[in-house]
T-cell receptor, first 113, second 114 residues
Framework: DGGITQSPKYLFRKEGQNVTLSCEQN?????MYWYRQDPGQGLRLIYY???????QKGDIAEGYSVSREKKESFPLTVTSAQKNPTAFYLC????????????FGQGTRLTVV | AQSVTQLDSQVPVFEEAPVELRCNYS??????LFWYVQYPNQGLQLLLK??????LVKGINGFEAEFNKSQTSFHLRKPSVHISDTAEYFC????????????FGSGTKLNVKP
């Protein structure tokens, strides 16, 4: 079955550490996204990528970094510069630039301990 | 930029009762509209979408929504809810001419009581 796989499902990080969240898709979608979800705030866009080797900052990119070396992979690194990283992170993809539907992974819950 | 408003953060309802979850957005110019459902600790699943054509859109699990351009609304409805409909629901808008931009509301938690 085609879909988006995020790993790990739960992640614990010590303060000052960088961590990387994995997102892989086998839908052959061009565009991929990372969202952050906090209670009562909906989804906020961190980064997105329309094609391989290209990505753009979203609304809350500070303290995060991404890469897009392969079409199917879009990992997100939460750096130590992110002041409040505890949140639920969602990866999504769309087939093309037409915005007709976004497909989501199951999410990674990151907790700073 | 678009903004999406879901005025009700929580909606309690008894099983088999009808429900309406409200969604308003800031501009009706060339938008696509979506409703997603999220169960605890899971990703978002598409319920339905409006791209063009009939303003009444039917989705999965018996949900439907109506696009109202004059009121810039896209309210979600179900005539009879089940316990299994308990989840959080997100309205989203994408701008046809601002590629790859999806704007999400803050979500409405539907709590179906027996």
């Amino acid at each position: 079955d085609g879909g988006i796989t995020q790993s790990p499902k739960y992640l614990f990080r010590k303060e000052g550490q960088n961590v990387t969240l994995s997102c892989e898709q086998n839908l052959n979608h061009d565009a991929m996204y990372w969202y952050r979800q906090d209670p009562g705030q909906g989804l906020r866009l961190i980064y997105y990528s329309q094609i391989v080797n290209d990505f753009q900052k979203g609304d809350i990119a500070e303290g995060y970094s991404v890469s897009r070396e392969k079409k199917e992979s879009f990992p997100l690194t939460v750096t130590s510069a992110q002041k409040n990283p505890t949140a639920f992170y969602l990866c999504a993809s769309t087939l093309d630039r037409a915005n007709t539907e976004a497909f989501f992974g199951q999410g990674t819950r990151l907790t700073v301990v | 930029a678009q903004s999406v408003t879901q005025l009700d953060s929580q909606v309690p309802v008894f099983e088999e009762a009808p429900v309406e979850l409200r969604c308003n957005y800031s501009s009706s110019v060339s938008v696509y509209l979506f409703w997603y459902v999220q169960y605890p600790n899971q990703g978002l699943q598409l319920l339905l979408k409006y791209l063009s054509g009939s303003t009444l859109v039917k989705g999965i699990n018996g949900f439907e929504a109506e696009f109202n351009k004059s009121q810039t609304s896209f309210h979600l409805r179900k005539p009879s809810v089940h316990i299994s409909d308990t989840a959080e629901y997100f309205c989203a808008v994408s701008d046809r001419y601002n590629f790859n931009k999806f704007y999400f509301g803050s979500g409405t938690k539907l709590n179906v009581k027996p």
